[in-house]
């Protein structure tokens, strides 16, 4: 009886959070979106507080330019009028964007993303993020692995053999699902993010000299299938091959006069 249970549990789990993402993916998501976005707004107010913040000056002015020229492009479904910028005087190459519509951008992150198309590429692989709801999916990736080998504990008893078993099969979700998840998850952003800034009016083409700085900045990382990022060498080929249909969005937002003159500052 037990065992019946726990099979129906996990499988209700499963069917009742079927969703599908901005790239036609299915998707498990568990969680309502407003929790999520609670978690994003809490999240961003946390760290305006704990970190440095620049309010003015020509970095915030360049940031907001190119978060301008891109947040028109976000299909209607996912558009809000809400989204909120900071930048954050800090050495790192980093940014991100919270549900809640928050980004964040880091003065570290300039120095490796030389060109208005460059930072376009990041801002709108952290937007894509959002609009694919990668956060929920994750969430509810690792609340459903729980819950499966929580069955298959309940199923295996207490031989000592079956729970080392199952100690393998928890790495085992960890390195076969959670982290192939998190893979596809910046591969799909990487995808939503190069038509953003394609339709833009943002070269398409400067998000492959955007890894290749990425990888010179970042040297050696950890071998991919235990990376919660795909290569760079993945990246940039999987850009590679998304590239003629970019080049298109391209030329049709400059046809229609979208050519964003956003200006880095100076040093």
């Not at 065992?3 to 499988?11: D, E």
């Not at 000056?57 to 809000?80: I, S």
């Not at 207490?158 to 982290?179: D, F, K, N, P, T």
């Not at 998850?185 to 339709?199: F, N, Y």
């Amino acid at each position: 009886m037990l065992r019946r249970l726990s099979t129906l549990a996990v499988a209700a789990l499963l069917a009742a959070a079927c969703a599908t993402s901005p790239t036609g993916r299915q998707q498990l998501q568990l969680f309502p979106a407003s929790q999520l976005e609670e978690m994003g707004v809490q999240a961003y107010r946390q760290m305006r507080e704990e970190e440095p913040v620049l309010e003015e000056g020509p970095a915030v002015t360049y940031v907001q330019c190119v978060t301008d020229a891109l947040l028109p492009q976000v299909p209607e479904r996912y558009a809000r009028d809400d989204w909120e910028v900071t930048v954050f005087d800090s050495e790192q190459i980093n940014a991100f964007a919270l549900p809640g519509g928050k980004i964040g951008v880091y003065t570290g992150l300039l120095e490796v993303a030389e060109t208005p198309a460059q930072l376009a590429t990041v801002i709108g692989h952290e937007i894509g993020h959002v609009m694919a709801e990668h956060g929920n999916e994750r969430m509810s990736t690792q609340m459903a692995t729980v819950a499966g080998l929580t069955a298959l504990q309940i199923m295996a008893g207490g031989s000592r053999e079956r729970q080392q078993a199952l100690a393998v099969l928890g790495l085992g979700a960890q390195v076969g699902i959670i982290l192939p998840f998190s893979r596809l998850h910046e591969s799909e952003a990487d995808q939503i993010g190069l038509e953003l800034m394609a339709r833009a009016g943002f070269d398409p083409r400067e998000s492959v000299q955007l890894w290749r700085n990425m990888a010179e900045a970042g040297g050696d990382g950890p071998p991919e299938f235990l990376s919660t990022h795909p290569s760079k060498d993945t990246r940039i080929r999987d850009l590679e091959a998304q590239m003629d249909g970019a080049l298109g969005l391209y030329r049709q937002a400059q046809a229609r006069g979208r050519d964003p003159d956003c200006r880095p500052p100076r040093g």
